[in-house]
């Protein structure tokens, strides 16, 4: 123990010259470290200078620093999705966007919009249909897509082939039919056809009347047939067209054609000549559409035939007559997100009085992606019949 406390001495000598070494580098004399440790403030101490008050508040344990002021921008809205900038939507808004991707020709759609047979002078032109889903590029509606009875190619040259049951196309003065077999069109459309350029479509297979109320959803085909239809712009608003229907014991041709004017609308015009068996007929028809203020589009069609006319879409029900006047006009309103709603009014007659007196108001549109409503009702003045129809459409793909 003696001999340890001499070590202990000198060890305790040493540190304080240390440490009063490392004061002196600092600064600070021994005095003012001793001050450092009372609770006043610096500005208490004796001796106390700034520069003391500094180095000391440096060896503290806790430094206080000023915290940055963070500046936060205030919100912003998010760009529109219809902006043109955006490329997006083309002035059209979301819903308006979806409803028209789902428009479709699914079979409920044909019920819906489909006359009487006896009333059949609509057209497929302007039938909207949905477009499905495509087996190609998004950005091009180019390539294999499946319909609710009908696969269907589409190319970028105006080649169009269609696999399955589908309505054959027709001109407006005439008649479609819904053909069960192959279809060939390239480039045809509605309206007119650009100046010295031709539209042809060939339908070839068998009446199809699975669509025909009473068949239970049975496959119903008839006998083979074939539909084809020529188009040729002789100019930019005159367009002529051709149509031949070829069926067992049926032989029916017909010339006509679209004048358009413009802004004004456009007529229709043609004439049909039909022989079945022993019988022979003849369909003279006329028609007009306009559109007002670019939404209320409006059309008169004017028809008359022969007893013995007959065509695809009289050769299940055809008889004998005495021959039909008929007039039809019709008002299409389009609502957007809520479809389309159409109104017609039909009148045929014959040379005992009037057949038939019919009105009709339809509307059709998708409440949301899962589910598409349709809504019908008319009224036959002639036999006083009458009704009112809802239907509810889930899409299964």
């Keep these: 123990m003696h001999r340890q ?9 040493r540190l304080c010259l240390i440490a009063y070494g490392i004061l002196a580098l600092s600064g600070i004399s021994p005095g003012m470290a001793y001050a450092s440790q009372s609770p006043l403030p610096h500005r208490y101490m004796a001796g106390g200078t700034a520069s003391s008050s500094a180095a000391i508040q440096e060896l503290a344990p806790v430094q206080v620093y000023a915290a940055p002021q963070l500046t936060i921008e205030p919100p912003r809205l998010l760009p529109d999705l219809n902006s043109p900038e955006l490329g997006m939507g083309g002035g059209k808004s979301l819903s308006e966007r979806f409803a028209e991707a789902l428009t479709s020709d699914l ?32 950005n091009s509606n180019a390539g294999w897509s499946l319909g609710s009875d009908s696969w269907r190619l589409r190319r970028s040259d105006g080649l169009d082939l269609t696999l399955g049951s589908a309505p054959s196309r027709a001109p407006e003065w005439g008649n479609s039919a819904r053909l069960g077999g192959i279809a060939l069109s390239r480039s045809l459309s509605g309206g007119a056809v650009a100046e010295n350029e031709w539209q042809y479509s060939v339908a070839l297979g068998a009446l199809d009347y699975s669509t025909v109320q009473g068949t239970g959803g049975e496959l119903v085909f008839g006998p083979t047939a074939s539909d084809s239809v020529i188009r040729y712009g002789a100019s930019p608003q005159l367009t002529l067209e051709s149509q031949v229907q070829v069926a067992s014991d049926l032989l029916m041709t017909g010339v006509g054609g679209e004048y358009s004017l413009n802004e004004w609308g456009a007529w229709t015009a043609g004439v049909a000549r039909a022989t079945r068996s022993l019988h022979e007929g003849w369909r003279y028809r006329v028609g007009y559409e306009v559109s007002l203020m670019d939404t209320l589009q409006l059309s008169w069609v004017n028809e008359q035939r ?21 007039n039809l006009w019709a008002a299409t309103l389009p609502l957007g ?5 159409r109104s017609s009014y039909e ?12 009105f009709g108001l339809t509307q059709q549109f998708w409440y949301s992606p899962n589910l598409r409503v349709a809504l019908k009702a008319d009224r036959e003045f002639v036999s006083g019949d009458y009704g009112i129809a809802v239907r509810f459409s889930v899409p299964i793909d």
């Design 5 to 13: 406390a001499p070590i202990v001495g000198f060890l305790m000598k």
């Design 107 to 138: 079979s409920y759609m044909k019920e819906v919009r489909q006359l009487p047979a006896e009333s059949s002078a609509a057209s497929t032109w302007g039938a909207r249909h949905r477009k499905p889903l495509v087996l190609s590029s998004l």
């Design 306 to 326: 022969s007893g013995g006319f007959s065509d695809l879409t009289r050769y299940q029900d055809f008889a004998a007559d005495a021959g039909r006047r008929r």
């Design 337 to 341: 997100r809520w479809g389309d709603l």
């Design 347 to 358: 009148e045929i007659s014959a040379d005992t009085g009037a057949v038939k007196q019919y």
